[in-house]
């Protein structure tokens, strides 16, 4: 489906997604014209879904983020959507991932400190519907974030 | 650092749009939010400079792309101390497909995403270069099989 041109457009654009189709079509040595036409079929093919602002947190005071790992009470008829439905209501919750394996469901949660952690640990999330057990890993420092695919 | 920018309602807003695309002029972002032109790249620009609108990333349908398969892994070192974490961390971050590495407290001490074309591909790197890595002790793997981003407490 991509051919070597939406190849090499997606390995430049990502490694620089602030790039707009001139700039990228001087690194192609191609019209900006051309590159703004494959960007548009590549988002209309759905594999460019967008571009993300990203929100640095911990500039906006939110210190604290933790990993969240549950399992639920697979069991009962609806729990994953009931839970899923209630963790996206939090407004610290910043990702949700569901899982085969061992965890069930992943969520990521920003907090100002610990005592803003403490008390959304208490009153938000163990108050989740059908949480079996719960386990959490506190964020020291990304090692390494790589965006770029080897497309 | 602690207290972060003191930001309004309206930045709130603003990050909101942009989060969601951060593709739009500012003067798009002034219709969303109700600003002019010229209010709203005031703003952005604030934020940017502030360091809170960090920058953009490309979201992309990995199934697409024939990345079929995404991993997170959790690992606890073996002989902490014998093995220096910053070895370990020099190693996995040479793996390509190790796609993100965050040093945790709790149960694990690291927690890597994985992306990989397929199951097959996925353990040919847990066993020839994870499984490989100096001071690896346990390991634990959980197949994504969805994901969504929440704007956050906006």
């Known amino acids: ?151 | 650092m602690n207290g972060g920018t003191e930001i309004d309602a309206t930045d709130r807003a603003i990050l909101r749009v942009v989060q969601a695309n951060a593709a739009l002029s500012a003067g798009a972002v002034g219709r969303a939010v109700g600003l002019s032109q010229p209010a709203a790249w005031r703003r952005m620009r604030r934020l940017r400079d502030a360091g809170i609108l960090r920058g953009r990333e490309l979201s992309l349908d990995l199934d697409k792309l024939g990345f079929g398969v995404t991993v997170f892994l959790g690992i606890k070192l073996a002989a902490k101390g014998r093995v220096g974490l910053d070895d370990f961390e020099r190693a996995v971050s040479a793996i390509p497909e190790v796609r993100q590495v965050e040093h945790v407290l709790g149960r694990y001490d690291y927690r890597l995403r994985v992306t990989a074309r397929d199951l097959a591909d996925f353990e040919r790197v847990l066993r020839r270069r994870i499984m490989a890595l100096p001071g690896m002790g346990e390991i634990e793997s959980n197949v994504m099989l969805s994901e969504e981003r929440l704007p956050g407490p906006l």
């Open chain 1, 1 to 151: 489906m991509l051919d070597d041109l939406d190849r090499r457009l997606l390995r430049h654009w990502q490694a620089a997604p602030e790039m707009a189709a001139a700039e990228l079509g001087a690194l192609l040595e191609l019209p900006a014209a051309r590159v703004a036409r494959r960007i548009e079929k590549l988002r209309e093919a759905g594999i460019v879904r967008g571009v993300r602002g990203v929100i640095d947190w911990v500039a906006l005071g939110y210190s604290v983020e933790v990993s969240l790992r549950f399992q639920l009470e697979k069991s009962v008829p609806g729990a994953f959507d009931a839970f899923l439905a209630a963790a996206r209501d939090v407004p610290e919750v910043t990702q949700i991932q569901t899982f085969l394996g061992r965890v069930d469901v992943r969520l990521v949660a920003i907090a100002r400190d610990l005592a803003h952690w403490q008390t959304l640990y208490r009153d938000r999330i163990l108050a989740l519907p059908h949480i079996s057990e719960i386990e959490a890993l506190m964020h020291v420092a990304t090692v390494k974030t790589d965006q770029n695919l080897p497309i």
